[in-house]
Nanobody, 116 residues
Framework: QVQLVESGGGLVQPGGSLRLSCAAS????????MSWYRQAPGKERELVAR????????NYADSVKGRFTISRDNAKNTMYLQMNSLKPEDTAVYYC?????????WGQGTQVTVSS
């Protein structure tokens, strides 16, 4: 079955950096676009970034453009989110996701807290 496992979250000061990872299994990772979403307390889940199956053209939410970079290593079945210049408003649970078998699959999420 599809499994998505996020890691790399934690507590970081404003201006700091974190790198999230998403380890995928149970499907042909290299054939599917992948996305990062996030959900802050009291807010709806929002798309942060998306990367096509073979990499290349990527999409970002306006709020993270120029600060976050999505990437993937299809040989390792892993997706990444490099987050730089973090702000308190980036505090959220970050989820790895893909659309597969006519449904959206989600990981369990990893907490990112940006605070001094």
């Amino acid at each position: 079955q599809v499994q998505l496992v996020e890691s790399g979250g934690g507590l970081v000061q404003p201006g700091g950096s974190l790198r999230l990872s998403c380890a995928a299994s149970g499907f042909t990772f290299s054939s599917y676009a992948m996305s990062w979403y996030r959900q802050a307390p009291g807010k709806e889940r929002e798309l942060v970034a998306r990367i096509p199956s073979a990499g290349g053209y990527t999409n970002y939410a306006d709020s993270v453009k120029g600060r976050f970079t999505i990437s993937r290593d299809n040989a390792k079945n892993t997706m990444y989110l490099q987050m730089n210049s973090l702000k308190p408003e980036d505090t959220a649970v970050y989820y790895c996701s893909t659309w597969i078998y006519r449904a959206r699959s989600w990981g369990q999420g990893t907490q990112v807290t940006v605070s001094s």
